[in-house]
């Protein structure tokens, strides 16, 4: 790797459980201002776009090309869009900068939840020949997940709920959360998940702006450099794979350089509490890390936009400065199919 | 918060998927109450059966016959069955390993409650009364505490083979267009066209949508535009669409209503098809209940002057 490349800005909305009066444009466009504001660009300063959504979210083909009103597209932009988490739409405009075709790129990613029925809506993406016909939803899939983790003994209900409670106390101090504080951990959704195990359902957005080399050190004065970033896939039968372990997380982390030397915070894209327990032990986080000191996924989980939320999450505290080294994850599919792993870091101090 | 519109949105559709050789004979095997496995190259017998093995990527057709007896690998509760899944009263929710199988099937298990259920259990496949060559040929899993099926010896061929499956997908929506298209929507009502003015570069769009397309900057300020308006450009349709009662030809055009930056399209009406041309001035037709104009019409003023509307093409 020859280039250098950081997370120079980071933005992200006030996420809430619904946001009728705004479009996704409407949705969005605060979000791109603002990140741009952070850096003093204009959107035809940037170099390379790219943004993940979903049209299965609002529910009509080719969603993604309206939101791109929010960004201006005149004069002509080099553009591009993943149907998933931002998260991978920042993983392509990082490899773009690495090829040194752009020196700053605009990711952004936004998720409406409101309109639909979540839960249903995600069946979409399952097997469609052996599993979507049987609609079994998002929080099924990921209790399954649970009582895995249960008979292995590796947790139980009341260490589920902990890791609830601890991430909503996380998000007290964080203003855009969409649960805070004390949160009652409830009944079963689908057990052995209670409806305090699982992510609020809501609409939100993101984005970040990254930049390579000197570039990213006159947008930032202390820029999160990307020391390594991959992100590794499992096979899609459930029954195929050890639901209690995630292998593909740990690929990735290693991958990106994770395990050479110890992170001290780590921002976990972990929609569901049985999910944060199985990323610390596929990335062999001991109590030491921070884990999710924004909430993490539990306390805001705007879909396509909480996998990028945790990459700048990550980045804004080593822009703060309250870390050197974090690491960031994000997933998406059931059971964390898909998983992307970040390390992050600021110059030595 | 500001007023909005509101309406149910359903996206519905039979997706019609082909099947590959592997599958073809899983699910004709389930119709005929056979339940068939994979040999992956490691010698693990997948249930449900892939195509490529999921270690090394090769190709997988050696089909063997497992149980339709196993073991629940992990469980959870369903009280609150949803539209669509297999069971409309409360049950759980199983991976399943068949007897000869080394991997899980998904499927849903029909118990009384979740005191009922356990991983370890012994489990048996309850057919559909009726089948057609599909995953919900299951029905569902049953307790079963008898010994082991023996298997048969089907190695996937039979007579009329299943090729594809029809899988209805429906999804419920409440579709909200924000406060930009919901004042234009409104505007319409009262046989209004309104857009919104950029503050930036000051131009009109038409429907607004919130944004500028070329500034990226929030619009709001609200400007009546038309009703009258210049052809920018057409093309004539000589293909009657179904379900549309319009005869064909007929010219669908860009109109640049005045006051207005951006053309919206719409169908020009009396006048013959072939004398529609750039520069024609129209104006919109509204017909009795309708929601937005049913076609434009010339208004017989001149034509507009080209260098008036070139920018708009």
Redo the contacts between chains.
């Keep these: 790797m020859t280039r250098e490349i950081a997370v120079v800005a980071f933005a992200q909305t006030d996420h809430r459980r619904t946001s009728?009066?705004?479009?996704?444009?409407?949705l969005l466009?605060?979000v791109?201002?603002q990140v741009l504001d952070r850096t003093g660009l204009k959107?035809a300063d940037i170099g390379f776009t790219c943004s993940g959504s979903s049209d299965?979210l609002?529910?009509r083909a080719f969603s993604f090309t309206?939101a791109?009103?929010?960004?201006?597209?005149?004069p002509p932009l080099s553009e591009s869009h993943v149907e998933m988490d931002g998260a991978w739409a920042l993983y392509e405009a990082w490899t773009k900068l690495l090829t040194g075709e752009a020196d700053t790129a605009l990711v952004y990613a936004y998720g409406k939840s409101s309109?639909?029925?979540l839960?249903?809506?995600l069946t979409?993406q399952l097997d469609?020949?052996?599993?979507?016909?049987?609609?079994?939803?998002s929080v099924?899939l990921a209790?399954?997940?649970?009582?895995?983790l249960i008979?292995a003994g590796h947790t139980d209900e009341p260490a589920l709920a902990a890791v609830a409670a601890r991430s909503r106390a996380d998000a007290e101090t964080n203003s855009h959360a969409q649960l805070r504080g004390s949160v009652p951990h409830g009944d079963?959704l689908?057990?052995?998940?209670r409806t305090g195990d699982c992510p609020p359902i809501g609409d939100g957005a993101a984005a970040v702006v990254l930049a390579a080399g000197d570039r990213a050190r006159q947008l930032c004065a202390r820029p999160a450099w990307i020391r390594g970033i991959d992100h590794r896939i499992e096979?899609h039968?459930?029954?195929?794979r050890d639901?209690t372990d995630s292998p593909s997380t740990r690929l990735a982390a290693q991958r990106t350089g994770a395990f050479e030397r110890p992170v001290e915070l780590a921002e976990l894209h972990a929609p569901f509490t049985s999910q944060e327990v199985v990323l610390r032990r596929a990335l062999r986080l001991g109590d030491d890390v921070r884990v999710n000191p924004s909430g993490g996924a539990l306390a805001a989980n705007p879909m396509m936009a909480a996998g990028l939320i945790r990459v700048g999450e990550a980045a804004a505290a080593v822009h703060r400065g309250d870390c050197d080294r974090a690491l960031a994850h994000a997933t998406s599919g059931p059971c964390l199919q898909q998983n992307l792993v970040a390390v992050l870091e600021g110059d030595p101090r | 918060m500001p007023h909005v519109l509101k309406a149910p949105l359903t996206v519905e559709f039979p997706f019609t998927r082909s099947l590959g050789p592997v599958q073809s004979a899983f699910l004709t095997g389930l119709r005929e109450r056979v339940v068939l496995g994979v040999r992956a190259t490691d010698g693990r017998v997948l249930v449900p059966p892939a195509e490529y093995d999921p270690v090394t990527a090769e190709e997988i057709r050696d089909l063997v016959e497992v149980a339709a007896t196993g073991t629940v690998t992990t469980w959870a509760w369903n009280h609150d069955p949803r539209r669509g899944q297999p069971l409309d009263t409360p049950f759980a929710w199983v991976l399943v390993r068949l007897d000869g199988a080394d991997t899980a099937l998904l499927h849903a298990l029909d118990v009384p409650g979740p005191d009922a259920v356990r991983t370890g259990l012994r489990v048996r496949v309850r057919w559909a009364a009726e089948r057609t060559g599909a995953v919900t040929d299951i029905a569902c899993f049953e307790p079963y505490d008898g010994a082991p099926d023996r298997p048969g010896e089907s190695q996937g061929a039979f007579a009329d083979p299943v090729r594809g499956i029809v899988a209805p997908a429906r999804l419920d929506y409440t579709y909200s267009p924000g406060r930009a298209q919901t004042a234009y929507l409104d505007a319409l009502t009262a046989r209004r066209i309104v857009g919104e003015r950029c503050p930036s570069c000051r131009k009109v769009y038409v429907p607004p949508r919130g944004a500028c397309p070329t500034c990226g900057v929030a619009t709001a300020e609200q400007v009546e535009v038309g009703p009258r308006g210049t052809v920018t450009t057409f093309c004539i349709v000589n293909i009657k669409a179904k379900n549309l009662d319009i005869e064909v030809p007929y010219v669908y055009a860009h109109i640049a209503l005045d006051g207005a930056d951006l053309a919206l399209h719409a169908r020009i009406g009396g006048i013959p098809y072939d004398q529609v041309r750039m520069g024609l001035r129209v104006e919109p037709v509204w017909t009795e209940g309708a929601r937005y104009p049913e076609h434009y019409r010339p208004t017989g003023e001149p034509d507009a002057d080209y260098d008036t509307y070139k920018e708009l093409l």
């Design positions: 009728d009066e705004l479009s996704e444009v409407e466009m605060p791109l201002h959107s299965y609002a529910g309206l791109l009103d929010g960004v201006g597209a005149w309109p639909g029925s839960r249903d809506v979409r469609p020949y052996y599993v979507a016909p049987l609609w079994p939803d099924t209790a399954l997940q649970a009582q895995a008979d079963y689908v057990r052995p998940l096979a039968s459930l029954g195929v639901l």
